[in-house]
């Protein structure tokens, strides 16, 4: 497997307050992501984790309970003021994190 890249996360909370769930399998779960009735917030993330060896997808959860992400002030905030590359870089680090940690505690 690929080693994971570092990235400087911005002075926001996006590692600190969302967390990627891997689903087991490469299909996904959408009707469980956080992102799912935000078409303009899900288009810029990465749900896929890709290997030459292995496919896994995940689903984005808030670690805390947010009725409606679009009252969400530091998440609109972030969404609007940063590049679509950067919030897609960002969020494949978190998710290979994610799927390489399960893929260790299932070994």
């Known amino acids: 497997m690929e080693k994971t890249k570092e990235y400087k996360y911005p002075k926001n909370w996006f590692k600190h307050n969302l967390t990627a769930v891997a689903t087991g399998w490469a299909g996904g779960n959408c009707s469980a992501c956080l992102f799912r009735a935000t078409p303009k917030y899900c288009e810029k993330m990465t749900c896929s984790y890709i290997d030459k060896?292995?496919?896994?997808?995940?689903?984005?959860?808030?670690?805390?309970?947010?009725?409606?992400?679009?009252?969400?002030?530091?998440?609109?905030?972030?969404?609007?003021?940063?590049?679509?590359?950067?919030?897609?870089?960002?969020?494949?680090?978190?998710?290979?994190?994610?799927?390489?940690?399960?893929?260790?505690?299932?070994h």
């Open 53 to 106: 060896d292995y496919m896994e997808s995940v689903y984005w959860i808030g670690k805390e309970t947010h009725a409606n992400i679009g009252t969400w002030t530091e998440l609109n905030k972030f969404f609007t003021n940063t590049p679509k590359q950067r919030i897609r870089d960002i969020s494949n680090d978190i998710i290979t994190k994610a799927v390489l940690s399960k893929k260790e505690a299932c």
